[in-house]
């Protein structure tokens, strides 16, 4: 109870001051790039500590502020940056914590643009990597390099949903003093904390469930007030991709029902998951909180819930059926990203070409669905049809 009253207080009070702005409820859209001062003393103490005043939007702006309130203490943060996507998130929190010479240890299977950083561009500023089976801890300490700086985590990840012990992972690494960031996109604030369990910084794409709307592209990065202030006055600044007010305002408003769309999620998952189990074309289904997934246990101890993601592996089918299947879904849209309102599906063949496609290969035969706000009914009708008709493909 204790903790509902501090989320309903996060969602609907914290960082906002209807004083400031006529009483009104819902909080104002503070659309300008700048501020102006009286005096030449106000503006020579907004020169020299932009973090704390409004100067210039690229840095503060009220309705971010507002935002980034809340959403720090989501995170159970002192602060947090929002940024113009979550990639732009996950480069900041990155560079900001190496330089020419460092060594990251990654999880393999990172989300695909943080691995082009790492693969395409840190190298060229002689940052090096090494990529590890992130499930067991042995291997983050084997990877170890005298000059390792920071590790990488991303649990569960967004295809196969393995998990690091987190818990370890940041024990190990403050041995080592060694800075942790991770991707906690899948779960949000609501289902994991990884700062709680040691983590420095905790960033997600807000574009998924913080919107939940899929009508904006955001990201977050939380972490002490240090490492916050000190990544503000750097990377952010000169990244220059901090959120834009207008879409700050549509993630307040995303907020305000995160915890309720998050349930209506986890049950239509539930209940699609347990559908899909009987589909004749169905050999399994990755979810983290299926008690035949690998790492169930740990699943359960660090994770409060998992919705919404989950991947179905179909038993050996030529590339047709699969793309049959999903040309043959009228509600379920095929797109990339997740967290909306809308369910959606993306086969693993899409990022192939036809002929690399092998039937003997489950990777191959993966298909990722989003479970959005839909009734679940609609949704399992819509996959019934579809699979009836890759089954026995009309002539
Ligand atoms: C979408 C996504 C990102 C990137 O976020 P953008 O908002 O698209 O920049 C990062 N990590 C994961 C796991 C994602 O799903």
């Given amino acids: 109870m204790q903790q509902e009253n501090a989320l309903s207080f996060i ?7 209807s004083e400031q702005y006529f009483r009104a409820v819902a909080p104002p859209i503070v659309q300008t790039s700048n501020f102006s001062f009286k005096t030449v003393a106000d503006l020579r103490n907004a020169f020299a500590d932009e973090y704390s005043t409004w100067l210039y939007s690229r840095g503060l702006n009220p309705t971010v502020k507002i935002l980034s309130e809340k959403l720090a203490a989501l995170d159970g943060a002192e602060d947090c ?6 990639v732009a998130a996950i480069f900041a929190a990155v560079l900001a914590n190496v330089q020419s010479g460092d060594h990251i240890v990654s999880v393999a299977g990172v989300y695909t643009w943080a691995r082009k950083m790492f693969e395409e561009i840190l190298p060229r500023f002689g940052v090096t990597h090494t990529y590890i089976n992130g499930t067991a801890i042995e291997n983050w ?35 080592h003093h060694i800075i942790t960031v991770i991707d906690n996109s899948y779960c949000t604030p609501i289902y994991q904390q990884p700062i709680a369990m040691g983590i420095d910084i905790s960033l997600q794409s807000a574009t998924k469930y913080i919107s939940g709307h899929s009508d904006v592209v955001a990201g977050v990065l939380s972490s002490n007030r240090a490492m916050v202030q000190r990544i503000f006055n750097s990377e952010y600044m000169n990244i220059g991709s901090g959120i834009q007010p207008f879409n700050a ?19 239509s998952t539930r ?18 909180f299926e008690p035949d997934f690998p790492q169930y246990a740990l699943a359960k101890q660090q994770m409060k819930g998992a919705c919404g993601l989950c991947t179905m592996v179909l038993k050996p089918a030529a590339i047709e059926a699969i793309e049959l299947f999903c040309n043959s879904l009228q509600h379920i849209k095929m797109a990339v990203s997740w967290g909306g309102y809308e369910s959606l599906i993306i086969p693993r063949c899409a990022g192939m070409s036809k002929n690399e496609y092998q039937s003997t290969n489950p990777e191959h035969r993966m298909l990722r669905l989003y479970i959005g706000l839909e009734e679940p009914g609609y949704l399992i009708a819509d996959l019934q049809q579809a699979f009836l008709k890759a089954v026995a493909p009309a002539h």
């Fill in 249 to 267: 305002w549509l993630l307040i408003r995303g907020l305000r029902t995160l915890p309720m769309r998050l349930a209506h999620i986890t049950q």
């Fill in 141 to 175: 300490e084997s990877a170890i390099q005298p000059n390792s700086r920071l590790f990488y985590l991303e649990s569960p990840n967004s295809w196969t949903y393995e998990l690091q012990d987190i818990r370890a992972v940041a024990a190990l690494a403050k041995q």
């Fill in 81 to 86: 940056l929002v940024f113009n996507s979550g």
């Fill in 271 to 288: 209940r699609i998951i347990d559908y899909l189990k009987t589909e004749s074309m169905v050999a399994a289904v990755i979810f983290p």
């Fill in 11 to 17: 969602l609907n009070e914290l960082g906002e001051d």
